[in-house]
């Protein structure tokens, strides 16, 4: 079946701009995670939700970041007054979900440079 | 502070020969471990995982061993193949929660033929 879709693929924007980043996760799952990865880093949390759960924000940067879930599917991150170091591939994962295994399918990100 | 530990940033090892990449945790919580396999300009991709309760895993030439006193696993590739070249992120996720994955910085591993 389909695998976990981002769009843009790559975003190119100026400082201070707001920025809105698009997941579908895998048909089914339950869970969806999005991270980011700045150049020469590994992959860093940012948010988790889990069916109609309270999302997990414990790992956005700021309160300039936040995301949404419409029900278990299309996900979006938005992240308002872009700096520089914003600048990072934004990936997004799905998972069956606590009862359902706990491996994360990933996304191909999106390529986020803010100018 | 970081919980998980890639200490090599690179390996390069001769097509047919064994890679082994190495992985070391902090967090005595982490329950549940996964290696994913990146190429430039892709998402990670999903290639193994164990459970804590377990000390080797096996799938094809993929192989993860998880040493729980010594909070250290490794993957084993063999034999390697060109086409295995790519970053390796070790991953762990905490017992319960919201089950984020926590990554190492990865390993660059060359396979040359």
């Known amino acids: 079946g389909a695998g976990v879709s981002q769009s843009p693929s790559n975003k190119v924007t100026e400082k201070g701009k707001d920025v809105e980043l698009r997941c579908d996760p895998i048909?089914?799952?339950?869970?969806l995670y999005w991270y980011r990865q700045r150049l020469g880093q590994g992959l860093e949390f940012l948010i988790y939700?889990?069916?109609?759960?309270?999302?997990?924000k414990s790992g956005l940067p700021s309160d300039r970041f936040s995301a949404e879930r419409t029900g278990e599917s299309v996900s979006t991150l938005t992240i308002q007054r872009t700096q520089q170091e914003d600048s990072a591939v934004y990936l997004c994962?799905?998972?069956?979900?606590?009862?359902?295994?706990?491996?994360?399918?990933f996304g191909p990100g999106t390529r986020l440079l803010v100018l | 502070d970081q919980q998980v530990k890639q200490n090599s940033p690179s390996l390069s090892v001769q097509e047919g020969r064994i890679s082994i990449l190495n992985c070391d945790y902090t967090?005595?919580?982490?329950?549940?471990f996964l290696w994913y396999k990146k190429y430039p300009a892709e998402g990670p991709t999903f290639l193994i995982s164990?459970?804590?309760?377990?000390d080797k895993n096996e799938d094809g030439r993929f192989t993860v061993f998880l040493n729980k006193s010594a909070k250290h696993l490794s993957l084993h590739i063999v034999p390697s193949q060109p086409g295995d070249s790519a970053v390796y992120f070790c991953?762990?996720?905490?017992?319960?929660?919201?089950?984020?994955?926590?990554f190492g910085k990865g390993t660059k591993l060359t396979v040359n033929p």
């Open positions: 939700f889990q069916g109609n759960s309270a999302p997990d």
């Open positions: 967090n005595s919580m982490f329950d549940y």
């Open positions: 994962a799905s998972s069956k979900g606590t009862s359902g295994g706990k491996t994360q399918y």
């Open positions: 164990i459970s804590s309760i377990k």
């Open positions: 048909s089914g799952h339950t869970a």
């Open positions: 991953a762990a996720v905490t017992q319960g929660g919201s089950e984020k994955l926590v």
